[in-house]
């Protein structure tokens, strides 16, 4: 049997709840570990030509760095701190480049939850500049709009065919969505 090995990292890391001690997801796929330490050293030194008796070392910082190439939404939302959460939740703000039809509207692709009052459109001069912005009231006068089911009915002078609008709203999600949460007051909860 030769003496000699070959030393190969597999990069498998299980995450742990802090407090419970259970297991929170597993990583197979990290493409780079490191584990740095430093701290402060203190020397006690004393005796004829005041030499180096003994040296302790304290403020002990240890800091591990790991590059997982995929997303994990539940490792995520550990280390901002907060569980991961599932159900609705306010979508801030959604923005889309709508093109006007021969009947001068635009449709919202998320009109069924559309948060009421949310609603801002501009015209969208250039490629990404806003233009004049659209206001709710009476389709008669230009710069106008009015909206019923997501359907959007710009002024006939304002939104001619092909006319490029850019809108910002909010909606709701539905039941299914992911929420993560950075809040300043929260810390990771995990152990590796």
């Known amino acids: 049997m030769s003496k000699q090995l070959g030393i190969k990292e597999v990069l498998n890391l299980t995450f742990y709840d802090f407090v419970t001690g259970k297991a929170l997801l597993s990583a197979d796929y990290a493409t ?29 910082i240890m800091t591990f760095k790991s ?10 939302s550990q280390l901002a701190g907060k569980p991961l959460t599932t159900g609705k939740a306010l979508v801030l703000p959604k923005k889309e480049i709508l093109i006007a039809d021969a009947t001068n509207k635009i449709t919202l692709s998320e009109a069924t939850t559309l948060v009421t009052g949310s609603l801002q459109i501009n015209l969208l ?8 912005e659209q206001i709710l009231g009476e389709v008669t006068a230009p710069n106008t709009y009015s909206i019923a089911a997501g359907v959007v009915t710009l002024n006939a002078t304002t939104a001619p065919l092909g006319t490029r609008f850019v809108v910002f ?9 992911s929420q993560v949460t950075f809040t300043a007051n929260n810390f990771p909860g995990l152990t590796i």
Do not use: W
């Open 32 to 60: 780079d570990t490191s584990i740095d330490s430093k701290a402060t050293r203190l020397d006690l030194t004393g005796g004829q030509g005041n030499y180096k008796l003994m040296s302790f070392d304290h403020s002990k």
């Open 67 to 76: 590059t997982l190439p995929l997303c994990d939404l539940v490792m995520l």
């Open 125 to 132: 001069e250039d490629e990404r500049d806003l233009g004049e």
């Open 169 to 177: 709203y909010n909606y709701t999600s539905p039941t299914t969505a």
